[in-house]
T-cell receptor
């Protein structure tokens, strides 16, 4: 069955520091992979997605993610974090034949001055 | 930019009452979804809807839930007899093509059952 694991429940980084949020997935074929961000009390905003092709994908707000099939990972990165990046980040996976997206448990990012 | 809109943003209801959560998907989208997020937990798939019928549903989506597209623009989730454990944020989403290309999510409706 498909599943998504985000090992870090929360992460704290200093403003201006680099960020990496981990995501591992379980899926038999090539998955569709997503990162969403949710600010407090807000909906889900798509940061980036991977369907095929270049394994390094660029998203909005300066985020990028790298698909590594050998590690079943799709980690999210940002070279320099801003205070406004503080939010909950969800990794998600979908499949080619189904209708649903499976979400990880989320990683809450705290940014300190 | 087109967006998915949900109303109301917050609904409080008494246990046992029926609630209807409303969504207006993006106009040219064909696939519609409901997801649920219990406070502090992950976002969970409830149901997908295409061509006026349910395409897929999760085990959460039992007989107390139903979905409907009553007209050309709205997509609703009805909970027939609410329970305390139905308290959650409910997200509507829509996509232009099947399932797992980019789904656009609404801002959510926070349902509180008292």
């Amino acid at each position: 069955a498909q599943s998504v694991t985000q090992p870090d429940i929360h992460i704290t980084v200093s403003e201006g520091a680099s960020l990496e949020l981990r995501c591992n997935y379980s899926y038999g074929a090539t998955p569709y992979l997503f990162w969403y961000v949710q600010s407090p009390g807000q909906g889900l905003q798509l940061l980036l997605k991977y369907f095929s092709g270049d394994t390094l994908v660029q998203g909005i707000k300066g985020f990028e993610a790298e698909f590594k099939r050998s590690q079943s990972s799709f980690n999210l990165r940002k070279p320099s974090v801003h205070w406004s990046d503080a939010a909950e980040y969800f990794c998600a996976v979908g499949n080619t034949g189904g209708f649903k997206t499976i979400f990880g448990a989320g990683t809450r990012l705290f940014v300190k001055a | 930019e087109p967006e998915v809109t949900q109303t109301p943003s917050h609904q409080v209801t008494q246990m046992g009452q029926e609630v209807i959560l409303r969504c207006v998907p993006i106009s040219n989208h064909l696939y519609f979804y409901w997801y649920r997020q219990i406070l502090g937990q992950k976002v969970e798939f409830l149901v997908s809807f295409y061509n006026n019928e349910i395409s897929e549903k999760s085990e959460i989506f039992d007989d107390q839930f139903s979905v409907e597209r009553p007209d050309g623009s709205n997509f609703t989730l009805k909970i027939r007899s609410t329970k305390l454990e139905d308290s959650a944020m409910y997200f509507c989403a829509s996509s232009e093509v099947r399932g797992n290309t980019e789904a656009f999510f609404g801002q959510g409706t926070r349902l509180t059952v008292v």
